[in-house]
Every structure is written in structure tokens, then in C-alpha cells.
């Protein structure tokens, strides 16, 4: 399984703003069940920083890129609408697909 993770990060004055980008996003690339689906959709916490979200979705063999264009043009909007905002997005592989890059087979 592959899992993509997008962390955001931006300051607590900008909460209504991203909530709302969050919004626009959703109806502008709206949840596609045929590139994966969402494990996490959205954890938010508050820091001293500000406001931090992590959502990690499960990724369907071979979709990967679609998956990824997905998440960069999601954080792209966000970035034009949200002031100061910060952003991650990580690919992540489960010990099955890791295995084969270091020329191991993952145990059964």
C-alpha cells in the first residue's frame, strides 16, 4: 500500500480563510474513490505556531501520480488563498512495496 500524507501548517488568524479554501477545494477536486480513499481526511491541532493539519489517504496500485496531482493542485489553491501558509505532501510505502528498493522481498 502506498500513502500519500499532506501536512499544512498556517497561523490561527487565517482559520476562517482555510477553512473556507478547504471548502472550495472539495468542490473543485472533489474526493475521486477511484485514485484511493482517505485514512485521515483531516487531524487539526493548534500550536503555539498555530494551526497544523495532517490527512493521509491510501493510495490504489498504479495511481499513484494521479494521487499526487491531486494533492499538489489541492495545495496549491490552498497556498493562493491561505496567508502564510505552509505545506508537506510525502509518499509513503508500506514494508511490501519498501522491500524491493534495498533488493529484499517482504515476508509473507
Known amino acids: 500500500m502506498v500513502l500519500i500524507v499532506t501536512q499544512s501548517w498556517y497561523p490561527a488568524t487565517q482559520a476562517e480563510k482555510a477553512g473556507q479554501a478547504y471548502l472550495d477545494a472539495l468542490k473543485k477536486y472533489p ?16 500550536t503555539k505556531e498555530g494551526i497544523h493539519v495532517i ?6 496500485e498504479g495511481k499513484v501520480k494521479e494521487a499526487m496531482d491531486n494533492a499538489i493542485n489541492v495545495t496549491l489553491m490552498n497556498s493562493k488563498a491561505i496567508e502564510g501558509y505552509k505545506s508537506s505532501i510525502d509518499v509513503y510505502y508500506d514494508l ?10 517482504a515476508p509473507e
Open 96 to 105: 511490501a512495496e519498501a522491500m524491493p528498493f534495498v533488493g529484499l522481498s
Open 31 to 46: 474526493e475521486d474513490r477511484s485514485l484511493g480513499k482517505p485514512i485521515v481526511r483531516a487531524a487539526v491541532k493548534m
Open 55 to 60: 490527512a493521509i489517504s491510501s493510495v490504489k
